[in-house]
């Protein structure tokens, strides 16, 4: 059968085929690119663990195992005695020493303590000077001393307040969860714990599916949730052939 000049299809067809076959090799050569990543660790003085061996820090670095919330320089209380419209939503600043000061209690030292013992020191003040049984409420308005830091490819990097107890993976969502180009398996947790520097890696999709616990994280580390390139390759390989009709398919779940 002979097709009109204008209805060739050799062209057409060559043109396709070879911006396919274009586009495979680009993907070919990226996915082998991001096959080699960096090992983890190699800085001077930091010590690399497996995962169920990072320790949790001691008393006084952070946040530690029984996770009582403890009041740090520059946190921001709310303090209220009950039925003394004078002394009560008073907000009170934690100076960088660690001290407040109230009225007809002066400066007390506040740092280091949970707000209920704060509320029972302040209580004890009170008496003694003439406001008989004083209920004492010491609520945290926020805080700047007992943090975690969520960095990489999360939706919301930034710095977020640890109260009471903070696993892997409530941090991550804290941080409105992972971006498009993040690499599951490569979640870094930098911590430190008795003077010594510890980083441990991750894999929130094996926590996701119970495999292994969520881990718990404290006050002062470092999260660090790591980039997928052959994703992030593949979608602008894809944007920029908006031509190709056939579908591509690329291995990418562990780049």
């Not at 663990?49 to 009041?71: H, I």
């Not at 280091?112 to 302040?122: C, D, H, M, V, Y």
């Not at 944007?239 to 190709?244: F, G, K, V």
């Amino acid at each position: 059968m002979q097709f009109p000049p204008s209805l060739s299809l050799r062209p057409r067809f060559t043109a396709a085929f070879l911006a396919r076959r274009s586009v495979v090799a680009l993907l070919g050569a990226g996915l082998c690119a991001c096959a080699s990543t960096q090992p983890l660790g190699g800085a001077p003085g930091l010590a690399v663990v497996p995962a169920a061996e990072l320790p949790a820090p001691l008393a006084g670095e952070g946040s530690y195992s029984a996770r009582p919330y403890l009041v740090g320089p520059f946190d921001k209380l709310v303090i209220d005695v009950f039925g003394i419209e004078e002394l009560s939503g008073r907000e009170v600043q934690i100076d960088a020493s660690g001290r407040a000061s109230f009225p007809l209690v002066g400066s007390f030292e506040a740092a280091g303590k949970t707000p209920r013992q704060i509320e029972a020191e302040l209580a004890s003040a009170l008496a003694g000077k003439f406001v008989r049984d004083p209920q004492v409420t010491v609520n945290l308005e926020e805080t700047v001393s007992q943090v975690v830091t969520l960095d990489g490819q999360v939706r919301e990097p930034g710095l977020y307040p640890v109260i009471g107890r903070m696993t892997l993976m409530q941090g991550v969502a804290t941080a409105s969860g992972l971006s498009e180009f993040a690499k599951v398996d490569d979640v870094v947790v930098f911590r430190e714990a008795g003077g010594q520097r510890y980083a441990a890696l991750y894999n929130l999709g094996a926590i996701r599916r119970g495999i292994y616990g969520d881990p718990e994280i404290y006050a002062g580390d470092i999260v660090v949730v790591g980039e997928s390139h052959s994703r992030r390759l593949f979608r602008d390989v894809l944007a920029a052939t908006p031509l190709l009709t056939a579908p591509i398919v690329a291995l990418l779940q562990n780049n």
